[in-house]
């Protein structure tokens, strides 16, 4: 079980530094939540942006995870990266749904995630309003196939 969650914590502080540039925030490479700019990422505002200026975004964030400055990231600094984040979307999360402003969510104040009726709605092929194993098994292939396509981009 350890194991488990210490796989899971690796792949997670993993993908999180990898997705970094997309996610960073701000030319400095920040935590931030906020889809980056492209002007963010030209850094010499030419117009375009080299793989250089995109290392280079990778490398300060890098360096903000680094908390000892050891040039190495160890699993309490993933963590903490990766605790940074999620208190960040929380945060926004609560900030864009509690309705009255009491700082708790009730059910009736979630959302459903977006497209969660249409994601029903292709799951159920047949549209006989529930989803079938078989139905089920083509979705996660389908899906399975979609994430292969996109590492291989």
Do not use: H
């Amino acid at each position: 079980m350890k194991r488990a969650i210490l796989m899971s914590c690796l792949i997670a502080g993993g993908l999180s530094l990898g997705a970094g540039i997309a996610l960073a925030k701000g030319p400095a490479g920040g935590p931030g939540l906020e889809p980056i700019q492209f002007e963010q990422l030209d850094t010499d505002q030419s117009g375009e942006i080299t793989r250089e200026e995109m290392q280079n975004v990778a490398r300060l964030r890098f360096e903000a995870a680094d908390a000892n400055g050891d040039g190495m990231l160890s699993l309490e600094e993933l963590q903490a990266q990766a605790r940074t984040r999620a208190d960040e979307r929380a945060s926004r999360m609560m900030d864009r749904m509690d309705a009255n402003s009491d700082g708790q969510l009730a059910m009736e104040e979630m959302r459903p995630p977006r497209g969660e009726g249409r994601m029903f709605g292709r799951i159920d092929a047949d549209g006989s309003g529930g989803i079938s194993q078989e139905e089920f098994a083509t979705a996660q292939e389908r899906m399975r196939d979609r994430d292969q396509k996109r590492r291989a981009n």
